[in-house]
């Protein structure tokens, strides 16, 4: 049974960037073929994709993130990462990684814990 489980900071100050890594275990980050997937939720408000990498490398974003997203990995760590670049306290949101079957929302059949994220000076 696959497990996802979010690290990093809790607090970012503005203009900084956010970096999150989500380990995997249970499960290869390399073999079939999976999105490895950052969502958000921030407060009061819905869920938001904010991009994914496949197990080929590939990588997808949401379109009005990509020029601040950057989602890479470690094979040999079996992690993926997360980074927001010029983050702002709007960026303060639950950061969830999860495994998807598709591109998008929909097919997110493993979810991590999910990992407070705030911005502010």
């Known amino acids: 049974q696959v497990q996802l489980q979010e690290s990093g900071p809790g607090l970012v100050k503005p203009s900084q960037t956010l970096s999150l890594t989500c380990t995997v275990s249970g499960g290869s980050i390399t073999t079939n073929d999976y999105y490895w997937t950052w969502i958000r939720q921030p407060p009061g408000k819905g869920l938001e994709w904010m991009g994914a990498?496949?197990?080929?490398?590939?990588?997808y974003y949401n379109p009005s993130l990509r020029r601040r997203t950057s989602i890479s990995r470690d094979t040999s760590k079996n992690q993926f990462t997360l980074q927001l670049s010029s983050v702002t306290p709007e960026d303060t949101a639950v950061y969830y990684c999860?495994?998807?079957?598709?591109?998008?929302?929909?097919?997110?059949?493993?979810w991590g814990q999910g990992t407070q994220v705030t911005v502010s000076s």
């Open positions: 999860a495994r998807g079957l598709a591109l998008g929302m929909n097919g997110l059949d493993a």
């Open positions: 990498i496949t197990t080929s490398g590939s990588t």
